[in-house]
């Protein structure tokens, strides 16, 4: 990234007062291309019938690249050879996380905004939050714990799908799908209908914050189990042997899992039950069932056939890759096969749109939600010093550290990494000063192994950690009644972990943040590769430019006018 930054443009510039940053993206590449004007871009009269964003879960950009060339015809090739191609997305916040990642695509706004700050964080009493749940409503027809995912109060603001409701009288449909609850609820927005993953009993189901009772479409595809016909039949790679020749050693050193190809589906009972459900979910299964209940939805609901010719938005979050890449990590052999076969049956769905809507009457996003680093050991490998960090370890230091500081235990109050809570109440009852002890925690901290940066929340209301690239891409993350009072990062291949296997993803670092961005829409979208710097915020702006909507209130992201037609 360069160092030098300026003001992303806006139709208004956004000032922050009182304990924040100017949150703009800051890059000299992220000016639009002034050849082209946003008024000669809406030139097309013509909206969709249908948008389709799709979200594959923990995929980077630089898988797309390098896998190219083996892709089939019909799916992600179509999409880089018919659609624009982004080659510099980003991900634009500090923590890369699932809950986070899809939140931006449709919000276009950032976390200090949108209120979604991880998968889980603490409330004021050391709790933990769930970033869907929501004890006041139930999964239909299936088992509801107490921090499931069931809808989006959790979320502050609107997204694109609840604009474009607005705009029609609510004729439109938005309708989401994903393996993971929190995939589909944040895509679902407020006003959407969002269905999600069983892992107890392989259906897919929504939950009352949406209905009572599913319509009979759902209840036939559910009746039809087609999540049981996996059984006993195995995972094998798709390509030749020497497709996979510049993958990590296999079978991989780096992961406990005793599951290698082929990945034959089981249970310990004989039968299909949880423990074989949440097999499917570490494979290309659950995308395919996922994409097959959006065929499904596409059919019962009628979308992108509707009868008062409002556009309609169908949202498909694709879990698969995000599992496969925590278990194995994305350098691989499971997690280049695993994206070749979504390929595959991502051109099937395409092929089913064709036939049932015309692909020119289909709008495609496709991206994803944070990107993912190596596994360490594949790391270390190359030289590269990458840890896991005890998260007790580098914690019950800091306690000790303040402890002997300031002749007091216990300031630091929680924490749930990268987010640090001081006890501001015993700080201040034994006459400290609150910024002397963040910035004493802060020191300690950085004094340790593998860690390269700490942020206070004195750093942040005064808008002093925004003026490095890091720094603000924290700020975003960081919320100022939610957040902790320290914000720590890791070194570059390093993360919080306490494992001995796998990997996962969560920092600002480049593999983190870079995912795919690629639109596709012959009348709407010039195809090509697009190089400027480009985030994952600029989807909703761009989307309800095309549709003649409202942006969503907490938008931060540009139109895309390089890509319009």
Not at 270 to 284: A, E, F, M, N
Not at 374 to 385: A, G, L, M
């Amino acid at each position: 990234m360069p160092t030098a930054f300026r003001p992303r443009r806006h139709t208004m510039s956004i000032l922050l007062l009182a304990g924040a940053a100017l949150l703009a993206p800051l890059t000299a590449a992220a000016a639009p291309a002034a050849t082209k004007s946003v008024g000669a871009a809406s030139a097309a009269a013509v909206k969709p019938k249908l948008v389709v964003v799709m979200v594959i879960d923990g995929l980077p950009s630089e898988q797309v690249q390098r896998y190219r060339d083996q892709f089939g015809p019909g799916g992600l090739r179509r999409l880089l050879e018919q659609g624009a191609s982004f080659t510099n997305a980003h991900q634009a916040h500090g923590v890369t996380v699932t809950a986070i990642g899809h939140t931006a695509v449709l919000s276009g706004a950032y976390p200090y905004r949108h209120g979604i700050i991880g998968n889980n964080w603490l409330d004021a009493d050391g709790n933990s939050v769930y970033c869907t749940e929501d004890r006041r409503f139930t999964y239909i027809g299936e088992e509801t714990d107490a921090h499931d995912g069931t809808s989006p109060a959790n979320l502050r603001v609107d997204t694109l799908g609840d604009q474009l409701r607005y705009a029609t009288g609510n004729r439109s449909k938005v309708l989401t799908v994903s393996g993971k609850d929190r995939g589909a609820i944040l895509l679902a927005g407020k006003t959407g209908t969002a269905y999600m993953f069983m892992d107890k009993t392989g259906d897919f189901a929504s939950s009352t914050y949406y209905m009572q009772q599913h319509p009979a479409w759902v209840q036939r595809f559910q009746a039809g189990k087609p999540q049981d016909r996996y059984y006993a039949k195995s995972w094998k790679p798709l390509l030749a042997d020497s497709a996979y020749a510049d993958d990590a050693p296999y079978p991989e050193a780096t992961t406990k899992s005793p599951n290698r190809f082929p990945f034959t589906f089981y249970s310990e009972s004989g039968k299909p039950d949880g423990d074989y459900y949440g097999r499917l979910k570490v494979s290309p299964a659950v995308d395919e069932l996922t994409l097959d209940f959006a065929q499904a939805a596409v059919e019962g609901e009628q979308l992108g056939s509707n009868p008062s010719g409002a556009t309609d938005i169908l949202g498909i979050s694709l879990s698969g890759h995000d599992y496969v890449n925590h278990a194995y990590g994305p350098e691989s052999r499971m997690s280049h096969d695993h994206l070749q076969q979504i390929d595959r049956r991502i051109a099937t769905f395409f092929d089913f749109l064709d036939r049932r809507i015309g692909m020119d009457n289909v709008l495609v996003v496709l991206t994803a939600d944070h990107g993912f680093s190596n596994t360490p050991e594949f790391s270390q490998s190359r030289h590269i010093d990458a840890q896991r960090i005890d998260p007790k370890a580098l914690l019950d230091g800091l306690d000790k550290a303040l402890a002997a500081r300031f002749g007091a235990t216990g300031l630091v109050k929680k924490s749930m990494l990268p987010e640090v809570y001081l006890d501001y109440a015993a700080i201040d009852k034994r006459g400290l000063a609150r910024a002397d002890v963040e910035s004493a925690a802060a020191r300690h901290l950085l004094g340790q192994p593998h860690i390269a940066e700490v942020f206070t929340r004195t750093q942040f209301e005064e808008g002093v950690a925004s003026r490095s690239r890091l720094g603000l891409m924290m700020q975003r993350a960081w919320n100022r009644q939610m957040s902790g009072d320290l914000m720590v990062v890791p070194s570059a291949y390093s993360f919080f972990g306490s494992g001995s296997s796998g990997t996962t993803h969560g920092t600002p670092y480049n593999y983190d943040s870079s995912v795919p961005l690629l639109i596709m829409g012959k009348r709407w979208i010039h195809p090509g590769d697009v190089g400027q710097y480009t985030e994952v915020v600029d989807i909703a702006p761009t989307l309800a430019h095309i549709l003649r909507v409202r942006a969503p209130a907490a938008a931060e992201g540009r139109v895309l006018v390089e890509a319009l037609r």
